[in-house]
């Protein structure tokens, strides 16, 4: 007998949860972020014809659903005992920043050259938080790109998993390949390496800018140690004219420049040497 009321009051129990919780059915495109309150709730799926939520505590909520370069959708949403559906509609852009102030660009980058992460994770599809701003990772390798030199923290959150942190040292303008395995709790950075750079050019008097940096060359030629692997921009420059291209230093190498102004000269010829 007392088997039968413990059973009865369990059942009552059980009852009262599912009474005083309710189902929200997200309908929208694969690849969103969906939060509930402010926390990540899940990644829509076409299996799900987006997100499926269940036993969500009746009352008052707020769905905010995020897409990248876009506007987020915000839904203020009563929770009952029958099910809700949200609809999500087309997203719009983001509003375009206007036009930096060139002498302002130049001067943030003489400061602080922008370096980026290639992300990798396993399983493959997650959320990678870096400085709190989530990206939707749903491919093998996620780039992010833009950050400043200097530490960054990278979060790898995925539901079913705890979440992974890690801060991650970004050099100027390198990339850091970064792999957050979300199956045995560990983060491994691969970082750049360091190389050199050689430059000579003709005429010999020009100006060189470099990871933020503006060097006049001694002799016609210019001579750089210490340099994070990875591509970077160089501008060479003479009163009126100006070169741009793109080099690759790479570990343990030196990277040669021959620049030229000289009209049937290549402007830029590169090779790389052991050091």
């Given amino acids: 007998m007392r088997f039968m009321h413990g059973l009865v009051a ?6 009262a949860a599912t ?9 929208a495109e694969p690849g969103l972020r969906v939060y509930l309150d402010g926390e990540l709730a899940g990644i829509s799926s076409r299996l799900d014809d987006g997100l499926y939520l269940m036993d969500v505590a009746k009352g008052p909520h707020v769905l905010r659903v995020e897409k990248d370069g876009f506007a987020p959708q915000s839904f203020e949403l009563e929770v009952g005992q029958l099910p809700l559906e949200v609809v999500v509609g087309d997203f719009s852009p983001l509003p375009t920043a206007p036009p ?10 003489a400061g602080r050259a922008a370096g980026s992460l290639d992300l990798t994770s396993a399983p493959q599809n997650c959320v990678v ?3 709190g701003r989530p990206h939707t990772k749903t491919s093998p390798l996620l780039t992010v790109g833009g950050l400043t030199s200097g530490e960054h923290t990278v979060v790898f959150r995925k539901p079913g998993y705890e979440p992974l942190t890690e801060v991650i040292e970004v050099p100027p303008g390198a990339t850091v390949a970064v792999h957050g395995n979300l199956k045995q709790q560990k983060v491994e950075a691969l970082h750049p390496g360091q190389g050199s750079l050689r430059l000579s050019c003709k005429p010999v008097a020009c100006s ?7 060097r006049d060359t001694a002799g016609g030629r210019l001579n750089l140690s210490h340099l994070p ?13 100006e070169l741009t291209t793109t080099i690759l230093i790479l570990d343990g190498q030196r990277t040669v420049v021959e620049a030229s102004f000289f009209e049937g000269d290549e402007p830029f010829v590169i090779t790389h040497v052991p050091r």
């Fill in 10 to 15: 369990l059942l009552v129990a059980a009852t």
């Fill in 19 to 27: 009474a005083a919780a309710g189902d929200i059915q997200v309908l």
């Fill in 100 to 109: 930096a102030d060139p002498d302002s660009a130049a001067r943030a980058e």
């Fill in 129 to 131: 938080e870096i400085d």
């Fill in 208 to 214: 060189v800018r470099f990871q933020g940096m503006l």
């Fill in 229 to 241: 692997a990875g591509e970077h921009r160089l501008v060479v420059s003479i009163p009126g004219r």
